[in-house]
């Protein structure tokens, strides 16, 4: 449109000194109109949704991946009633919840999921924790002796035991942070499909 004024009174040495300072003109309103928003960036961030819901805390077995993928990215009642696909960062290491706070693995384990916890908070403005461990876990078997891998209930209640202490130093840590944490159990034929809620939280919307 200005194009096509500019172009109608460009006979005119009147209208292009008219054109010219409505130019100038707009230009000026622009400038002032970016300052003013640049005076106050952190109320526009402030009055600003958080864009992202949640950090997953998962195993880094591969026979996980897609089945834990799936659940995140489909609604779940009890957990997150819509899906969060694109919504959650994701911190992966062996054991999940076992990982971070078994004794028998090294304290930096624990400490650089922190680190990149809280980093994921400042950038992402998360405010809850997923974390989801998993059945027949290697690491697991590792932490705590070969054998409870053997034994259904002994292996869950130590899932449920080391996500408890999980939401202990979550608490410490970040104490307006949610928490959740689930196990998934392998069905008849092998696969990753059978969920339980370890530690209840409020579902994420």
């Known amino acids: 449109m200005m194009f096509a004024h500019e172009s109608a009174v460009s006979g005119c040495a009147g209208c292009s000194l008219s054109a010219g300072l409505a130019r100038r003109g707009l230009l000026g309103g622009l400038i002032l109109a970016g300052a003013a928003l640049g ?109 409870i891998l053997d034994d259904p209930k002994r292996e869950f209640a130590q899932h449920l035991k080391d996500a408890t202490e999980l939401k202990r130093q979550l608490a410490l840590r970040h104490p307006k942070v949610n928490f959740q944490a689930w196990y998934v159990a392998r069905d008849k034929c092998g696969n990753f499909t059978e969920w339980r809620n370890l530690v209840a939280g409020p579902p994420i919307g």
Not at 59 to 83: F, I, L
Not at 114 to 136: G, Y
Request: with cysteine.
């Open 39 to 147: 005076l106050a960036p952190g109320r526009a961030r402030a009055d600003k949704p958080a864009p992202y819901k949640a950090l997953l805390l998962s195993c880094v077995d591969p026979r996980t991946q897609a089945p834990v993928a799936a659940w995140m990215n489909e609604g779940v009642p009890d957990s997150h009633p819509d899906s969060l696909l694109g919504l959650y960062s994701q911190f992966t290491i062996a054991g999940a919840a076992v990982g971070v706070v078994a004794p028998a693995f090294p304290k930096a384990w624990g400490e650089t999921f922190w680190d990149n916890f809280s980093a994921s908070i400042e950038l992402h403005r998360i405010e809850n924790l997923i974390a989801v461990d998993h059945s027949n876990c290697g690491a697991l078997g590792i932490a705590y002796g070969r054998d």
